[in-house]
């Protein structure tokens, strides 16, 4: 009894830190639910967080703004030529889908996507060590968010969310590195494994006799993973083969610029 | 009353890195509030008092934003205990304890979130995580420590939210 008295402080912490390892253990393989007070503990904190950063965009976009007021003129020129030639490649592309039977593929996966459930949600707060690679949402169980839920933008891919509470939920995007899952390349059908990278890029792994090349889109491969199928993931950017491995590798900028989203969809 | 108070200031600069320190911020860097408050708490009080703030934001965070709960509240813990424990038997609260156990705190802290994630497979190369840490953070986060650091101090003076 003496010891313990002399040693309290001691065996105080060794007793947190002992709890604490065993809830790292206990939550490492990630959790489904969040108990009832955490639920309630990230209702209240989300509400708050929405409204600072709800302002703190506002006043970032302000900010932009005036830095930019300079180079507005010539950047509007820029802009504008810069459209046309996008209406002229819109028309041309619009000319070419006509006539192609992507346009029968493309047709089945609008048929295919309205099947779906959608919950709209908007984003509250980001993790300020990893960025967009984890970020909260404004929607909870009680919304209907289930866990591994897919989360997109009409541009595509997102994320999935990887822990519920009551109303509120985050989200790994594909962005993170322990983000994982299948994609396929549209025009070769070839499987691409997929991880998130540094600098808001992907990275794939695809068979070295595979015939994947820059400008290829990638979508999921509904084969494996938690994500539903033909959802564009983004467009290949660089294809790398290297030295004493049997695999390719490709760098993929992701459909979705995921520094600058606010509301995102979550497929039921 | 005044621990509460400490908490939810806490809380707030949490909030703050989450939010606004996201788009406002040089080159991505930020001044680390939560970290700073919690070496100036550090050298204030004495471990037995401390390791209370750095465990309930610690939770508060693996709450808010964490994928495995008990990393940083584990982190921020043992973090808060150690700088306590050298700020009392090196330093003796003087004015440059916080500035060399700011250091500290920062190595501390990160080694074990690394750790931890390493040991949980979800680490990213060390060298990308090192290179957080460059001229940069620390030309941002040591005038923030000085400057909260001065009104914890003043504050204290006064009674108010810190005891003497």
Request: charged share 20%; glycine share 10%; proline share 2%.
């Amino acid at each position: 009894m003496k010891w313990f008295g002399e040693h309290k402080f001691g065996v105080l912490i060794g007793l947190v830190i002992g709890m604490l390892v065993l809830g790292i253990g206990m939550t490492s393989g990630g959790r489904a639910h969040t108990t009832a007070p955490e639920g309630l503990l990230s209702s209240g904190v989300g509400s708050v967080s929405r409204f600072f950063y709800y302002s703190s965009q506002y006043v970032n976009n302000f900010y932009e703004f005036i830095s930019d007021l300079s180079t507005l003129r010539s950047r509007n020129e820029e802009l504008e030529e810069q459209l046309g030639e996008y209406k002229r490649n819109l028309t041309d592309y619009e000319k070419v889908v006509q006539e192609n039977r992507e346009l029968k593929s493309l047709l089945e996966f609008k048929e295919e996507n309205a099947q779906y459930e959608y919950i709209s949600a908007s984003v509250v707060a980001i993790d300020p060590d990893l960025g967009f690679s984890v970020f909260v949402i404004n929607r909870g169980s009680d919304d209907g968010v289930g866990n591994n839920m897919t989360v997109i933008l009409k541009e595509g891919l997102v994320g999935r969310v990887v822990e519920v509470s009551s109303s509120t939920s985050k989200v790994l995007s594909i962005i993170d590195r322990n983000s994982m899952f299948n994609g396929v390349c549209v025009r070769t059908r070839d499987y691409v494994r997929i991880t998130g990278d540094d600098n808001y890029k992907l990275r794939g792994y695809v068979d070295s006799e595979a015939e994947i090349e820059v400008g290829d889109i990638i979508t999921t491969s509904g084969l494996t993973g938690n994500f539903k199928k033909d959802i564009v993931v983004g467009e290949v950017l660089e294809v790398q083969t290297p030295q004493g491995r049997l695999e390719k590798e490709v760098i993929i900028e992701p459909a979705v610029q995921l520094e600058k989203i606010n509301n995102v969809l979550i497929i039921k | 009353m005044k621990a509460i108070g400490l908490i939810f200031i806490l809380l707030f600069e949490l909030i703050i890195q989450g939010t606004f320190f996201q788009f406002m911020s040089i080159n991505g860097y930020y001044p680390d509030l939560v970290l700073i408050t919690l070496v100036v708490i550090g050298v204030f009080y004495e471990k037995e008092v401390s390791w209370k703030y750095g465990f309930v934001i610690g939770v508060l965070r693996d709450v808010i934003f964490g994928r495995v709960f008990g990393v940083y509240a584990l982190s921020y813990t043992v973090t808060i205990v150690t700088v306590s424990w050298i700020g009392k038997n090196i330093f003796k609260e003087s004015f440059a304890a916080p500035v060399i156990l700011f250091p500290i705190g920062v190595v501390m802290m990160h080694a074990l979130v690394y750790f931890t994630h390493y040991l949980l497979r979800m680490a990213i190369p060390i060298g990308d995580y090192i290179s957080n840490f460059g001229i940069l953070y620390w030309g941002i986060n040591l005038p923030a420590l000085l400057a909260i650091y001065t009104l914890l101090r003043m504050l204290r003076h006064k009674g108010i939210l810190l005891n003497m």
